[in-house]
């Protein structure tokens, strides 16, 4: 047995590539996924089996797996008559793009929601319920429902004559 100076590098690629090989999806490809996968296993537990050490026997059949996986997974035109180095560097290309895909380009937005109507009231009513006078019509009812129900003189009979001045002036106020 003899040490490759690949066996380090094909076990770390194969790791990488071994799930891609069930996600691509290529019309050209002349083998099922299902056998590329098997064989990418085996090769995977050879090289364990092997703790960095690879016999010639078994980098080449790393290196006849690389090559025909290269073929279904690049198209003709992109290297004729590659290297090893060669194949193993399209390879590593084509995982450092296919791993950034699942990378946000952009930061997540929350989803735009319709621009809710501004509440059209005068602001000093928007200052008696402590509201900012960017308030929406939505949030304004809501206020505006609480303030009755707590300020109405029918529902507090022992309200002081400022609290129900101050109430017959939001009523006064509120645009319907």
Known sequence: MNTTPHAATAESLL????PWIARVI?????????????????????????????SAN???????????????WFPDEWRPRPTYAEVVADFEWWLDVAE?????????????????????????LLRILSLPATCTRTRFLTT???????????????QTPEERRRFKEAVALWRR
């Not at 056998?35 to 050879?46: F, G, I, M, P």
């Not at 078994?58 to 279904?72: I, N, P, S, T």
């Open 100 to 124: 950034r895909w699942g990378e946000s380009r952009r930061p997540v937005r929350e989803p735009r929601r319709p621009s809710e109507p501004m509440a059209e009231q005068p602001p000093t």
């Open 144 to 158: 505006w429902r609480r303030f009755l129900k707590a300020n109405h003189p029918d529902l507090n009979p022992d």
């Open 26 to 54: 290529h019309v050209r490809w002349r083998v099922r996924r299902s056998v590329h996968q098997e064989q990418a296993q085996e090769l995977l537990r050879a090289l364990r089996r092997g703790n960095g050490r690879v």
């Open 15 to 18: 790791h990488r590539l071994y």
């Open 58 to 72: 078994l980098a080449l059949h790393v290196e006849g797996f690389l090559a025909r996986l290269h073929r279904e």
